[in-house]
């Protein structure tokens, strides 16, 4: 089980992301989004950027979370505005709530992405269901 | 664009293959083998090969897109993954059909509420999206 104090703890950011054309381009090719260039980058994109947040959080042997047993439960963003290429992207995730039931932990994150000025693009809350 | 409360939106389908979870994975940064190898997936006692949640999230934000007339008018977007899409080998892969409703339309702003199925299993839990008018 994770520690009951990892409620309420913020990391530190993992390094910022280029949006580049080319990523953006790869991201909705994958998901048959249509794209042009100039337009913005998918509502979803910015998962790339929190995903690493998140990937830090389970990564952190202080942490004590076991990645091949962590299952995604929730996704939601709220939009400041759309990501454009050429945004250069931080998350910062903090770790809002941890609740044990049945031998799991249900971690729920909210991620502050920023730009390069350190203005918010988005929120991006997650949930994530870690179990044994 | 005009949306209107209550106004029932064109349903839309979506195919997803294996190959997509691959070229998907690559382009997020999400290289869990349960996304792209059965063998894993069963291990881990899943029914095959499944999308990954994000997946099924970005379909549903290609149809609000398509509703709300151009990307970049999504203000909010969320859901729960809360039945996985299972995806087969081969061309035809997976089926995921996005229904919406708007349900209310306040202060420049359209709330969308979505159902998101493949085959008969609803795979997002209250998924909602709220565009910019």
């Known amino acids: ?132 | 664009m005009s949306l209107e409360a209550g106004e029932e939106l064109a349903t839309q389908t979506f195919r997803v293959t294996r190959a997509d979870l691959v070229a998907y994975a690559a382009a997020a940064g999400d290289p869990n083998p349960i996304h792209q190898d059965a063998d894993v997936a069963r291990s881990v006692g899943l029914p095959g090969v499944i999308a990954h949640g994000m997946y099924t999230l970005a379909l549903a934000a290609r149809a609000v897109d398509g509703w709300a007339g151009a990307p970049g008018r999504v203000v909010e977007l969320g859901a729960k993954f809360t039945k996985p899409v299972v995806v087969p080998a081969g061309e035809d892969g997976a089926e995921v059909v996005v229904a919406g409703t708007v349900k209310k339309v306040e202060d420049g702003r359209a709330t969308i509420g979505l159902t998101v199925t493949c085959g008969a299993d609803k795979v997002l839990g209250m998924p909602t999206a709220v565009v910019a008018l």
Request: hydrophobic content about 45%; charged content about 15%; aromatic content about 6%.
């Open chain 1, 1 to 132: 089980m994770v520690d009951s104090s990892l409620a309420g703890r913020t990391f530190p950011p993992p390094p910022s992301l280029q949006v580049t054309a080319e990523a953006v381009r790869a991201f909705a090719a994958a998901t048959g989004t249509p794209y042009a260039e100039g337009e913005p980058a998918p509502a979803t994109f910015p998962i790339v950027v929190a995903f690493v947040a998140m990937q830090a959080l389970m990564g952190d042997p202080e942490v004590g979370i076991d990645l091949s047993h962590v299952i995604h439960g929730e996704q939601r963003f709220a939009y400041e505005r759309p990501v454009v290429v050429g945004d250069e992207l931080t998350a910062t995730l903090t770790v809002d709530t941890l609740r044990q039931i049945g031998g799991a932990d249900i971690i729920g994150t909210t991620s502050a992405i920023t730009d390069a000025d350190g203005a918010l693009v988005c929120t991006a809350k997650a949930t994530l269901v870690h179990t044994a």
